[in-house]
């Protein structure tokens, strides 16, 4: 009964939970954490999260406002899908008549002229209406009535006319779950370089190519923010361990507090600094080629440039992280203000780094696009099992292939390969399929393979 309950609850959301908050379809995307007090910017109006609160994940609300009333996120009833009486024959769009045959008509836009004079409805109309408590549906009917063009239109430019009027008069919220597709996707389509260009493809690669599953303990170096360790922790769900490695000065896990992870999950995410996973297994005074300092002083060196991602809100109202304000580059990326504290990220304790020490990790994934990769992995290999596989996340080809060559000559790994993964985005809607038209060529590449025993 508490497993059922538990996943009820999964479903819904609930006080102080993390949503991913898409507004108008992709235009503007939101983390936010949900609070009777917690606040949504949507144009010039402010309107309250509370009524998110307990609603399943999924759910579409639409903003309602007028001038007497303050604006409110209500939910959307969808009237179901139009119906299109129109079939695409020799480049031209037949329209049918009632009984299902062609009437000889056809319909297109070429003797359409935009000259601004097809509409008759003013800006001073629309504002008479909104003072008298019309919504947004009401304003967007009154404009398709009075637009002297919108019936010769074919269907699609319709469409495309009705969603461009209800994207500025009557903008929907559709509620995403916070999980590491939705949070990867968020990142990469407005910040990317929060997140060292780590596209959605190449995550999953990620976890693939280094046997992520259950009652596994993953050595993690993530320096994109905490996305790879939450997704990691998510994956493992509550079981083995996630050890966040580090050089020099802890790097943020803000992205962390966005997955909703559990009190279980969050204890089975710990962290520790490299030197101490080293200490009594190879120290540096020993071994002169591993240079740990230099590479402390690139992490720092790195921590420095993302210090804002560590900038959290201290208002009480305003919880919100916008992915795509206009200003984005030019101000900080905010975390999530935590209603509670996260427990995720506590350091490891010395008996685990001693079991780590002696029975190995069963995989390890790095993410340093700032690091040098030969370095990390030469000092990081070692802790891993015998047989055990690995993959290295970088931006560019270079380091993984030097990487590479080095693994071959010291004899460390077997089985290395380098992948560049490709990604193809399409629009599949009724008779116009065809790839998107903005769509990222370039995802980075993955170094993997199998550690091997030295002796």
């Known amino acids: 009964m508490s497993s059922e309950n ?33 606040k949504l910017k949507i144009g010039n109006k402010n309107c309250s999260l509370q009524p998110l609160i307990g609603c399943p994940f999924g759910t579409v609300f ?3 406002s007028s001038s007497d009333a303050a604006a409110f996120l209500s939910p959307f009833q969808s009237k179901g899908s139009v119906n299109n009486t129109e079939e695409i024959k020799d480049g031209q769009f037949q329209v049918e008549s009632k009984d299902g045959q062609p009437s000889g008509e056809s319909k297109d836009n ?17 504002e008479d209406m909104r003072r008298q408590g019309a919504k947004g549906n009401e304003i967007i009917e009154a404009l398709i009535a009075n637009s002297a063009t919108f019936d010769k239109k074919t269907s699609f430019s319709q469409e495309k006319y009705r969603l461009k009027k209800q994207k500025k008069y009557a903008p929907k919220v559709l509620i995403r779950r916070p999980v590491a597709r939705s949070i990867c996707e968020a990142y990469f389509k407005k910040y990317p370089l929060k997140i ?7 995550l999953s690669l990620l976890l693939s190519m280094a ?9 993690v170096v993530d320096m994109v923010g905490g996305l790879l360790t939450g997704a990691v922790a998510e994956r493992l769900g509550g079981t083995g361990f996630v050890c966040n490695s580090y050089l020099g000065q802890a790097p943020s896990m803000d992205i962390v507090r966005i997955f909703n992870l559990s009190d279980e999950i969050c204890k089975r995410i710990v962290r520790t600094s490299v030197s101490d996973l080293l200490s009594q297994k190879e120290s540096p005074e020993q071994n002169p080629k591993h240079d740990v300092g230099s590479l402390e002083s690139q992490s ?12 959290i809100s201290h208002s009480s109202e305003n919880v919100i992280s916008d992915v795509g304000a206009e200003n984005a580059e030019n101000s900080s990326f905010p975390a999530l203000r935590a209603c509670k504290a996260i427990k995720a990220g506590e350091k490891a304790s010395q008996e685990m780094i001693d079991s780590w020490k002696e029975n190995g990790f069963s995989s390890l994934i790095i993410a340093a696009p700032d690091l040098d990769t030969w370095t990390l992995v030469k000092d990081l290999l070692p802790l891993l099992s015998n047989s055990a596989p690995f993959a290295i996340y970088h931006q560019y080809l270079q380091p993984l292939a030097t990487c590479m060559h080095n693994l071959q000559l010291e004899k460390m790994a077997i089985g290395l390969q380098i992948t560049e993964p490709w990604l193809r985005e399409y629009q599949v809607l009724p008779s116009r399929t065809h790839p998107c038209m903005q769509m990222s060529a370039f995802g980075g590449y993955i170094l993997s393979g199998t550690k091997i025993s030295s002796s």
């Open 62 to 64: 639409q903003l309602d």
């Open 211 to 219: 046997n992520v599953s259950s009652n596994s303990d993953i050595l």
């Open 300 to 311: 720092n060196d790195q921590m420095n440039a993302s210090v804002s991602m560590e900038e």
């Open 110 to 126: 070429r003797s359409l002229i935009d000259n601004n004079t097809a509409q008759s409805l003013t800006g001073e109309d629309i």
């Open 196 to 202: 060292g260009f780590l596209r959605v493809d190449t």
């Open 6 to 38: 538990n996943n009820n609850k999964s479903r819904m959301t609930w006080e102080g939970c993390s949503v991913l908050l898409d507004i108008n379809d992709g235009d503007r995307l939101v983390f936010a954490r949900l609070s009777p007090a917690a």
